[in-house]
């Protein structure tokens, strides 16, 4: 089931955002302190569209931003901040469930492009963003900044 995140999912995201970021740590925030707080900062950007995925608990979260100002595009846009499923919970589709409820989202909030960026290592994730159509827009430092047409 997928519903909207509340301040009580924190204890979920932190737990599931450290697994899904083992081997990936150089694109994460690795203290429990910044994790925190960046959970809080989502949930501030744009609550009606951070997402939760529940199996019993919360093992799946996505945030997409549409108040975002995207510099490249020159507009608003929706921008998805995170994605992270817990790795025992990976491969099972609550990836792309959520994926389709913030591209859902994105559309009801009339957004036209879908703007993330991706560290140039993670290459399941662009594999994964590809499937849902996403294009490769450039690479700055060790980030890949992807976007969809909607």
């Not at 203290?31 to 995925?53: C, N």
């Not at 499923?85 to 591209?103: F, R, Y």
């Amino acid at each position: 089931m997928i519903r909207k995140v509340t301040k009580e999912d924190e204890k979920h995201f932190v737990e599931v955002y450290t697994l899904a970021y083992k081997g990936l740590e150089e694109y994460a925030y690795t203290s429990k302190r910044d994790v925190k707080l960046y959970f809080r900062w989502l949930l501030k950007r744009d609550p009606e569209g951070f997402f939760t995925y529940v199996a019993g608990k919360p093992v799946g979260f996505i945030a997409c931003d549409c108040n975002w100002f995207s510099v490249f595009e020159g507009e608003e846009v929706a921008e998805i901040h995170e994605i992270v499923v817990h790795p025992e919970w990976q491969g099972k589709g609550i990836g792309t469930s959520l994926m389709k409820k913030a591209l859902d989202y994105a559309k009801e909030r009339g957004r036209k492009v879908v703007e993330l960026w991706v560290g140039v290592k993670n290459l399941k994730a662009i594999r994964f963003y590809k499937k849902f159509g996403f294009k490769e827009r450039g690479v700055f430092g060790r980030w890949l900044r992807m976007t969809l047409n909607l």
